[in-house]
């Protein structure tokens, strides 16, 4: 094999091998965007989600709370809800958990009640709250997508984010209602941009 040979196979093998290496980076054909108004007594605030990347969902969220509300100094437990209502912070039902809905997902084996915590796909970090009562929370997952599948959080009824009183202690199957955050005092509809 003479020297241009070799040169031109090296150039072949390098085309063969970039190609391979770039087909597939999980770069969405267009990004999505999604946003929730956040709201309870005395809170106001907002979370943006975007998904440029399949699988990774950026949230940014804020809230600001009155000094009268309860939203205190310290961390707070937040969570992806598995309804998209806030008529009442109940309606947001338990921590979102994938599709569970057995017509669509028949091998679904998980449970949006506590039996899974702090393993659901809707359950994130605390969110800190500072001394003047603004809270902020910059997160990157996994668990969940604003595009379709199982993961998604517009299946048929929505999600929404729910803010507790209390820190989130991350135990699995908690021994008490509070554990996981306690009482619910903020609630956002999540809806696509």
Aim: charged share 20%.
């Amino acid at each position: 094999m003479n020297a241009f040979s070799m040169i031109g196979a090296g150039v072949a093998v390098g085309l063969i091998l970039s190609g391979c290496t770039s087909y597939h980076t999980g770069k969405l054909a267009a990004p999505l965007n999604a946003k929730a108004v956040i709201t309870g007594p005395g809170i106001t605030g907002e979370a943006y989600l975007y998904e440029k990347y399949e699988g990774r969902v950026r949230i940014k969220l804020t809230v600001q709370g009155s000094p009268e509300s309860k939203l205190t100094p310290g961390l707070h437990g937040i969570h992806i809800h598995e309804v998209g209502s806030c008529e009442s912070f109940a309606a947001a039902q338990g921590h979102y958990d994938g599709n569970i809905d057995a017509n669509v997902n028949s091998d679904a084996s998980v449970n949006p009640g506590l039996g899974n915590h702090p393993y659901h796909l809707g359950d994130l970090q605390n969110l800190y709250v500072d001394e003047r009562r603004k809270g902020s929370l910059y997160t990157i997952t996994s668990r969940v997508t604003l595009s379709d599948g199982l993961n998604t959080l517009f299946d048929k009824n929505g999600s929404a984010f729910i803010i507790h009183e209390l820190q989130d202690k991350y135990l699995p199957d908690p021994p008490t209602k509070d554990a996981p955050g306690g009482p619910r005092i903020a609630c956002g509809v999540i809806v696509k941009q």
